[in-house]
């Protein structure tokens, strides 16, 4: 069962890719990075009520990819990098989620 839900979410992360990098009017600027902070903080609260250490490597992802969009000026690569984050975010609701229906 479990690899069926992970099977499905990977299915949901192929779906989901081309519609964030599709998103090339969105701007990338301070309040992008400021809600996208608020998103990731309130999962980690949502995966730190469960017992198990799953999302960690998610969570490491996120906030890798946060951490370099703030340090990144040009607006190419920081396209690139909210892609990247877009998609670690994605992976993250997913592994809450699960968490939420009792793993």
Do not use: W
């Not at 892609?83 to 989620?97: C, G, K, S, V």
Request: aromatic content about 2%; glycine content about 4%.
């Amino acid at each position: 069962m479990r690899n069926l839900f992970r099977l499905a979410a990977m299915a949901a992360l192929l779906g989901v890719a081309p519609t964030v990098m599709a998103q090339g009017n969105a701007p990338i600027d301070k309040a992008y990075e400021s809600s996208k902070s608020a998103e990731l903080e309130s999962l980690k609260l949502q995966l730190a009520t469960r017992q198990d250490s799953r999302g960690i490597g998610e969570v490491t992802e996120a906030d890798s990819a946060l951490r370099r969009l703030r340090e990144t000026e040009a607006p190419d690569l920081r396209r690139r990098i909210a892609t990247e984050l877009e998609l670690a975010l994605t992976r993250l609701r997913l592994e809450a989620d699960s968490a939420s229906l009792g793993k």
